[in-house]
């Protein structure tokens, strides 16, 4: 019994209890994380100018949207993807 106290004092056993707390911590939050259930939706704009000002170079090219002169015509790509874990499904979106 003597020999039992000894070794719960000794600073070895001070020491192994101190890295068995702090692993329990760092491991406790690392599940927690890779647990965490979210739906974080990101997205990215991109848009390229096609057409800006031309009448200026070209006075006899003329577009046209139906029966309106467009001046400056720009092509977007919008790219949205999901970043959390969680599946965003068609209720979520308004």
């Given at each position: 019994m003597e020999a039992l106290?000894?070794?719960v004092q000794s600073p070895l056993?001070?020491?192994?209890?101190?890295?068995?707390?702090?692993?329990?911590?760092a491991l406790g939050f690392i599940?927690?994380?890779?647990?965490?259930?979210?739906?974080e939706p990101h997205w990215a704009i991109r848009s390229?100018?096609?057409v800006s000002s031309f009448t200026a170079r070209f006075p006899l090219l003329e577009i046209?949207?139906?029966s309106a002169k467009v001046e400056n015509l720009t092509v977007s790509k919008v790219?949205?993807?999901?970043?959390?874990?969680e599946t965003i499904d068609s209720n979520?979106?308004?």
């Amino acid at each position: 019994m003597e020999a039992l106290t000894r070794f719960v004092q000794s600073p070895l056993f001070v020491l192994m209890g101190l890295l068995v707390g702090v692993a329990g911590l760092a491991l406790g939050f690392i599940f927690y994380r890779w647990s965490r259930r979210a739906k974080e939706p990101h997205w990215a704009i991109r848009s390229n100018n096609l057409v800006s000002s031309f009448t200026a170079r070209f006075p006899l090219l003329e577009i046209r949207y139906g029966s309106a002169k467009v001046e400056n015509l720009t092509v977007s790509k919008v790219l949205f993807w999901n970043h959390g874990t969680e599946t965003i499904d068609s209720n979520d979106i308004d």
